[in-house]
């Protein structure tokens, strides 16, 4: 893995065109000249370009000359690997700033048609209604003052997962199937801080399906990973069904500390707090990963969040981090709002929503390029 003295350094004042060296460095991974060229053309574009960012108006306005052609197939046909770009961009944030938790944050791209990979009718609820679109994931590294997507996956259902003539028309690899949500995020995390080597940090992500939740939970409980997971209500009464039915004579309950009981408490069913109370936790037990007999029970913190400004507004979280302070998860979990923003800005103006192409490797690529340039502004220009 490339040492950190290798990378560009950010407001030095040394290289006389900071993208320029950003480029060269970050691009270093694709075999040839010409395609590091035409990644630092894209890479202009998406930062430069005001309105939609298509590849005919980045290759006249970057380079004032009719190669659109030759963008466009660097961009959708061109087989360099975005895998080692998304690396190098996560350890050169990580050499700029704490990583504090690893957001999960759902990209919706509308779209017109139906032969775009990964396309589908499908309900989106922050819209509140059915979209034709593709829905990404992004895995963003956070704190309070900088972050970035490192890591994509695009989810893949209805024909993109078993319609091989579909699947075929957008070049999708036999090794890439539909997967549950939250197998693609398992999937961003133990790539990210598995096989990259990225220091952990607490996951964040909202997981409204219940039983998704609890895979989740088991799978990064079983890898020694933090979280906090933003859950329905559906997923208390979950848990509180399944300890119901194995009748438990002893569980742990309380806000930060913990006592004896020879009942369910009634707290696990209702989770009634006092109004004004802005967040309040409760510790519920939990059995040990299926399969995993050995692994024991677990204790895990259930969170109910009110809005001090609007009461009405409530959400519920769950997490492992027992021990730390209410505030500090919280903390944590906030950091979920910075990624949708960041998401809105991607959308507007670092043309997420403008990729032309159909294929399932244009599609990783223009999300990369989009990463590259969010990147490169983070670190050298700041957060517009």
């Keep these: 893995m490339s040492s950190s003295s290798m990378l560009p350094v950010a407001g030095s004042g040394v290289v006389n065109d900071p993208l320029s060296d950003f480029a060269r460095w970050v691009f270093r991974s694709m075999p040839r000249v010409d395609q590091r060229r035409w990644a630092e053309v894209y890479l202009r574009g998406l930062l430069f370009l005001d309105g939609r960012k298509s590849v ?90 900088t972050i970035a997507p490192v890591n994509w996956r695009l989810l893949l259902k209805g024909k993109w997962a078993h319609d091989e003539d579909a699947r075929a028309k957008v070049y999708l690899p036999d090794s890439v199937r539909g997967r549950p949500e939250w197998r ?17 940090a607490p996951i964040v992500a909202h997981v409204p399906d219940p039983v998704a939740a609890r895979e989740l939970v088991d799978a990064l409980d079983v890898r020694g990973l933090n979280y906090v997971l933003r859950v329905s209500e559906s997923f208390r009464d979950l848990v509180q069904d399944q300890f119901v039915r194995s009748q438990r004579s002893k569980v742990l309950v309380g806000g930060e500390g913990a006592r004896e009981s020879g009942r369910l408490p009634p ?55 027992t021990q730390a302070r209410l505030d500090d998860v919280m903390y944590v979990a906030s950091l979920a709002d910075r990624s949708t923003q960041a998401v809105r800005l991607l959308e507007s103006n670092f043309g997420l929503q403008d990729f032309e192409g159909r294929s399932f490797r244009g599609w990783h690529h223009h999300i990369t390029m989009v990463s590259a340039a969010w990147t490169y502004q983070q670190v050298y220009g700041g957060l517009e």
């Design 56 to 145: 005919r108006k980045m290759a006249e306005s970057i380079l004032s000359l009719p190669v659109s052609q030759s963008l466009q197939q660097f961009i959708n046909q061109s087989p360099w690997d975005w895998t080692p770009i998304r690396s190098q961009l996560a350890h050169f944030l990580g050499s700029q700033m704490e990583n504090q938790a690893w957001v999960v944050s759902p990209a919706v791209i509308p779209k017109r048609g139906s032969h775009s990979v990964g396309v589908v009718r499908q309900f989106i609820p922050k819209e509140g209604r059915m979209i034709n679109c593709q829905l990404g994931l992004g895995l963003f590294m956070t704190n309070a003052t």
């Design 184 to 200: 693609e995020i398992l999937s961003m995390v133990d790539q990210s801080i598995g096989r990259w080597q990225l220091p952990p």
């Design 267 to 321: 707290l696990l069913g209702t989770l009634e707090f006092p109004v004004g109370h802005q967040s309040t936790s409760v510790l519920i037990p939990l059995a040990g990963p299926r399969g995993k007999a050995s692994y024991g029970n677990r204790v895990i913190r259930l969170i109910r969040e009110r809005r001090r400004h609007s009461p009405g507004t409530q959400k519920l979280w769950i997490t492992n981090m």
